[in-house]
């Protein structure tokens, strides 16, 4: 067994993330009494009272153990803290005794120890540094001025404008920019959207230009010698009616448009008494004159009627079950 305490080559400092669990936590340094420890919880030193320190000056070292748990993830922090002094004096001619001297250079050694230790969490030069008149001298201090290098770059001193003014004005321009990037952002999608919505109205325009320009085609190439007193047109000078056609889902009453020069044929069977088919010429049903309506052999009927491209028909019925309404294009005609 020792007779005095053991000075390792460690640092007098060691730190801990609690785990939320643990209370007790150890150090591996020399102390030479329990007030030569100093605690911390992150950056709070703590009060004596909140915890015991158990050390042997045998084996230098020992526990710290906290009266409450630390709380998870906070960083605790045991440190030697001595009075930088000297322990013991010497009388002349009186005995030196071992244990006395071996205390006396035990602590001196631990304040060494003690002061490298600060010196290394200090600022200081490099050891390749080549400009010895840099002085580290830090000016005194102004409040919200942050330290920084002159323009030589040998010495410190404080900014010449409040670092977190700046940074909140730094701030505030950048937020703004944001902003205004977010609106302009906004303005392009609906300059685009605008821009989509007008290529699909232009092409809707061209669409029905080109429609109006082919109804216009289809209608000056009507001979007016077709032209009814009403307006209306028929062919009665077109072709005779070829071996295509178009069958047409029938609603009597309903409008139907010619696709092309040609001609519509509807036939049905006869119920009796008061049956006829009519093919009136127009949007309304008629018996005017240009509609076709004979017999057929036994009880069927039909209706046909010549039109040109662009003519609406409407087809009629009574006492008549339909079989066919059909669209002929006249011969020569594209289909």
């Not at 030069?125 to 290098?149: E, F, N, Q, R």
């Not at 007016?224 to 307006?231: C, F, I, K, M, S």
């Not at 047109?233 to 047409?248: G, Q």
């Amino acid at each position: 067994m020792t007779e005095h305490i053991q000075i390792k080559s460690i640092p007098p400092r060691i730190q801990y993330i609690a785990d939320g669990i643990l209370s007790t936590f150890e150090f591996s340094f020399a102390i030479f009494k329990a007030e030569n420890m100093n605690v911390y919880c992150n950056d709070v030193l703590q009060d004596s009272d909140t915890y015991t320190v158990s050390f042997d000056t045998d084996t230098a070292g020992g526990t710290v153990t906290f009266t409450t748990v630390p709380e998870k993830g906070s960083v605790i922090t045991l440190f030697r803290n001595l009075d930088i002094e000297r322990t013991t004096d010497f009388q002349e001619g009186g005995a030196l005794r071992a244990s006395a001297l071996n205390y006396e250079l035990d602590y001196q050694i631990a304040c060494q120890q003690q002061i490298a230790d600060n010196l290394n969490r200090s600022m200081v030069l490099p050891p390749y540094a080549t400009d010895t008149d840099i002085d580290l001298t830090l000016p005194t201090p102004s409040a919200g001025k942050a330290i920084v290098w002159n323009a030589d770059g040998t010495n410190l001193e404080n900014s010449a404008v409040e670092i977190n003014v700046l940074e909140s004005t730094l701030r505030s321009y950048r937020d703004t920019a944001i902003v205004k990037a977010d609106e302009a952002t906004a303005q392009a999608t609906q300059a685009i959207n605008a821009a989509e919505t007008a290529t699909q109205k232009a092409t809707e325009a061209a669409t029905s230009a080109a429609n109006a320009e082919e109804t216009m085609n289809n209608k000056a190439n009507i001979n007016l010698d077709n032209l009814t007193e009403a307006g209306q047109t028929v062919i009665a000078t077109a072709p005779m009616p070829s071996e295509n056609y178009i069958d047409y889902s029938y609603t009597s009453g309903n409008n139907y448009t010619a696709p092309k020069n040609g001609y519509f044929y509807l036939r049905g069977t006869s119920g009796g008494s008061g049956a006829y088919l009519a093919i009136s010429l127009g949007t309304a049903s008629s018996s005017a004159d240009y509609m076709t309506v004979k017999s057929d052999s036994g009880n069927t009927l039909c209706a046909t009627i010549p039109v040109a491209c662009g003519s609406i028909v409407t087809p009629t019925h009574g006492n008549i079950t339909i079989s066919t309404w059909r669209f002929y294009y006249a011969k020569g005609e594209n289909v």
